[in-house]
């Protein structure tokens, strides 16, 4: 070591940190996985559900964002760990939450890149509109009164193989060496912010002969819904903003910023540290991503009347056609499928290291993370691309594209109710390790910004609706179900199941259940009391009607509020039954300087 403190050149400590994440690289995974199809295909859902109110969507759904933002960087940053999102729950709270966490992460992550490759799909439908299965209709349904609209947006045949071909190449593409794909990653973040940049610039304040709002029911085609014009007309504009928050893609658009988060292990140390850069990628692309949400909304409001009602083109450019701007017209359409194209190899990045994680735990197949199968050699070198991960990823998100025939709008309920439910997790696990090298008043903090965070989660999800939350919740039954199911089918002797489960290598769990004084029981047990009264409270709103939106969305509320001490509680029993075994942020020294490329 010099006399500054750091490595000489050409030193193993050296060699590590220049193949760790820097601040740039930190911040295009956040704004690489913000920043995809959400905002070009959210902006008329939210605005034919609440009208002029839409932007107070995007606002509740930014500060709900920064809340949980705030939560999972204070975790990262006391206990930086790769993988973190499961190996942390795991540490904290037992092997049965961590499995219904890994269940809610491992599909929202894989249906993310799924969603993605439909949107891109949706993107090249101007140019082939045969890739939708009513696609020449969509051309002109803007004067439509009568007829009906039937999933307008299902990919047709073509288009499903499409969609299969985008997702076999987001996952090809990270067969490359992480730090070309992080630079790839990283050129694409920057084309595809700038893009929704020049939109807001040079069409928030045009003027041109349809530049003039409208009224939520001339948008009733965009509703992403299925419906004959007239019914679809009378629905516009009585939905709140916080249904839009989740019902309408808002936190589909927002979520993404965690991948950070999720390579906490592996962020540069040298100059101003873990802590400082985690912080400006994940608060810097939350406030970016609001301004510019926003910004996006105010554009479509007030030149909505712009609309042609080509359901095949993006809104924007067809604004800036009506404004004579050609140029920024073939810009957007281009962002139609290299936006989406980004957020998908971010997702698909981000969870090849989270399986890894849950491999590790052996909470699923060891086999997933060995070393033959994690990486490969070409022209002589050693790339770690988890493959083999990369194919089951691949293969869970062609089943989920299968289930819901492409439909976007399915596969956005599907990504963003599980995710929201890995979401609640780390504010339980913060608030249980009450790390003591903290101050008293950072711990309260902790504490509170976590309950806050835990409470409004429950109320978002309810908010949501019947339709959206009951696939996200049985997406995460099913695979929190195989997860657990699977390890004890294979230590079965049966006579089919036992031969194909023969080499699946993962601890069985499920038997925990039966031991009553197992400290794994009570925080699992805690959390699916949680998720059972969301799912309750949402069907009990549907069947009785809004009338009783008030007394469902307080019995989601409270039973949160109820909840989240008592799992705090069972966490911390649990730590005292099985110590955890977690990673500490490195103190560096005082008189390191900030250099030029930090």
């Known amino acids: 070591m010099d006399s500054r403190g750091t490595a000489p050149a050409g030193s193993a400590g050296d060699a590590d940190e220049q193949r760790r994440l820097s601040a740039l690289d930190l911040v295009g995974l956040a704004a690489g996985g913000v920043i995809g199809s959400g905002w070009l295909l959210a902006a008329g859902h939210a605005h034919w559900a609440s009208g002029e109110d839409a932007l107070w969507a995007w606002v509740v759904g930014g500060a709900l964002?920064?809340?949980?933002?705030?939560?999972?960087?204070?975790?990262?940053?006391?206990?930086?760990?790769?993988?973190?999102?499961?190996?942390?729950?795991?540490?904290?709270?037992?092997?049965?939450?961590?499995?219904?966490?890994?269940?809610?992460?491992?599909?929202?992550?894989?249906?993310?890149?799924?969603?993605?490759?439909?949107?891109?799909?949706?993107?090249?439908?101007?140019?082939?509109?045969?890739?939708?299965?009513?696609?020449?209709?969509?051309?002109?349904v803007g004067g439509l009164t009568t007829q009906r609209v039937e999933q307008a947006n299902d990919l047709s045949f073509?288009?499903?193989?499409?969609?299969?071909?985008?997702?076999?190449?987001l996952s090809a593409l990270n067969l490359l060496p992480?730090?070309?794909?992080?630079?790839?990653?990283?050129?694409?973040?920057?084309?595809?912010?700038?893009?929704?940049?020049?939109?807001?610039?040079?069409?928030?304040?045009?003027?041109?002969?349809?530049?003039?709002?409208?009224?939520?029911?001339?948008?009733?085609?965009?509703?992403?819904?299925?419906?004959?014009?007239?019914?679809?007309?009378?629905?516009?504009?009585?939905?709140?903003?916080?249904?839009?928050?989740?019902?309408?893609?808002?936190?589909?658009?927002?979520?993404?910023?965690?991948?950070?988060?999720?390579?906490?292990?592996?962020?540069?140390?040298?100059?101003?540290?873990?802590?400082?850069?985690?912080?400006?990628?994940?608060?810097?692309?939350l406030v970016g991503a609001f301004a510019l949400y926003t910004a996006l909304q105010y554009v479509f409001g007030r030149h909505c009347a712009g609309l042609t009602g080509n359901m095949l083109e993006s809104p924007y450019s067809q604004f800036a056609v009506a404004a004579s701007m050609t140029w920024l017209a073939w810009l957007v359409r281009l962002n139609a499928v290299l936006s989406p194209m980004g957020a998908g190899l971010v997702f698909?990045?981000?969870?090849?290291?989270?399986v890894a994680a849950l491999s590790r735990a052996h909470l699923t197949h060891r086999g997933l993370q060995t070393a033959r199968r994690a990486s490969f050699r070409f022209r002589g070198a050693e790339i770690d691309a988890y493959w083999m991960i990369l194919l089951v990823n691949l293969a869970i998100g062609l089943?989920?594209?299968?289930?819901?025939?492409?439909?976007?709008?399915?596969?956005?309920?599907?990504?963003?109710?599980?995710?929201?439910?890995?979401?609640?997790?780390?504010?339980?696990?913060?608030?249980?390790?009450?790390?003591?090298?903290?101050?008293?008043?950072?711990?309260?903090?902790?504490?509170?910004?976590?309950?806050?965070?835990?409470?409004?989660?429950?109320?978002?999800?309810?908010?949501?609706?019947?339709?959206?939350?009951?696939?996200?919740?049985?997406?995460?039954?099913?695979?929190?179900?195989?997860?657990?199911?699977?390890?004890?089918?294979?230590?079965?002797?049966?006579?089919?199941?036992?031969?194909?489960?023969?080499?699946?290598?993962?601890?069985?769990?499920?038997?925990?259940?039966?031991?009553?004084?197992?400290?794994?029981?009570?925080?699992?047990?805690?959390?699916?009391v949680y998720l059972a009264v969301l799912v309750g409270s949402t069907l009990l709103r549907d069947v009785l009607g809004d009338e009783a939106a008030l007394v469902t969305?307080?019995?989601a509320a409270l039973s949160a509020a109820v909840v989240f001490p008592l799992m705090v509680r069972a966490a911390r029993r649990y730590m005292e039954a099985v110590p955890p075994t977690l990673p500490a942020p490195r103190r560096e020294p005082r008189e390191t300087p900030v250099t030029a490329g930090t």
């Open 553 to 555: 969305r307080l019995i």
């Open 158 to 169: 073509t288009g499903g193989l499409w969609a299969v071909a985008f997702m076999v190449l």
């Open 178 to 285: 992480p730090r070309r794909l992080i630079r790839l990653n990283l050129f694409i973040t920057v084309v595809k912010v700038l893009i929704p940049v020049l939109i807001v610039v040079f069409l928030g304040f045009a003027v041109f002969d349809a530049a003039e709002g409208c009224r939520p029911e001339q948008a009733w085609y965009l509703s992403e819904r299925s419906g004959d014009a007239g019914q679809l007309r009378e629905q516009a504009g009585g939905l709140s903003p916080l249904y839009v928050v989740l019902g309408g893609a808002v936190i589909y658009a927002y979520i993404g910023f965690q991948a950070p988060l999720d390579f906490a292990g592996n962020v540069k140390r040298r100059g101003m540290g873990e802590a400082a850069r985690l912080r400006w990628a994940v608060y810097g692309t």
């Open 65 to 140: 964002m920064l809340l949980i933002a705030a939560v999972m960087v204070e975790l990262g940053i006391a206990v930086p760990k790769t993988g973190g999102l499961i190996f942390l729950p795991l540490q904290a709270a037992g092997p049965l939450v961590a499995t219904v966490v890994a269940a809610g992460l491992w599909i929202g992550y894989a249906v993310n890149p799924a969603s993605e490759a439909a949107a891109m799909v949706r993107g090249l439908a101007h140019w082939f509109p045969s890739l939708l299965q009513n696609g020449e209709a969509l051309k002109d």
């Open 399 to 528: 089943a989920m594209l299968a289930v819901v025939q492409g439909n976007w709008e399915k596969l956005v309920a599907l990504n963003s109710v599980p995710t929201l439910v890995v979401y609640a997790m780390p504010g339980v696990v913060l608030a249980a390790l009450e790390l003591r090298r903290f101050r008293r008043r950072r711990r309260v903090t902790h504490r509170v910004l976590s309950y806050a965070a835990f409470v409004a989660i429950a109320v978002v999800i309810h908010e949501a609706g019947w339709a959206d939350v009951w696939r996200g919740m049985a997406a995460v039954g099913i695979g929190s179900a195989l997860l657990l199911g699977l390890p004890w089918l294979a230590r079965r002797d049966l006579p089919l199941a036992g031969r194909l489960l023969r080499r699946y290598d993962a601890r069985d769990h499920v038997s925990r259940f039966a031991v009553r004084k197992d400290p794994a029981l009570r925080p699992v047990l805690l959390f699916l």
């Open 348 to 354: 698909t990045h981000a969870l090849t290291r989270e």
